[in-house]
């Protein structure tokens, strides 16, 4: 499938998404060799920051962390 075919999938599937853990979909526009995506900003950490500053965290964190991301992505 070729890049531009993939492109304008995702940009359907974005339109549809709406979940408080992932970015709003605002559109999608092209510039000669460059495709772009228009999102939300959400102003956080990553999990790689958060561990950084906490060191290690316990069972019951990575359950709750792993139910968000589970729900986020059903």
């Known amino acids: 499938m070729r890049l531009q075919a993939v492109l304008?999938?995702?940009v359907r599937v974005l339109h549809g998404l709406r979940q408080e853990s992932i970015p709003e979909f605002y559109g999608y526009f092209e510039e000669p060799g460059r495709n772009y995506y228009v999102?939300?900003?959400h102003n956080g950490s990553n999990l790689e920051d958060y561990l950084r500053q906490q060191g290690s965290i316990?069972?019951?964190?990575?359950?709750?962390?792993?139910?968000?991301?589970?729900r986020t992505l059903a």
């Open 8 to 10: 304008k999938k995702e």
């Open 58 to 70: 316990s069972e019951r964190q990575v359950q709750k962390i792993a139910l968000d991301l589970c």
């Open 39 to 41: 999102m939300s900003y």
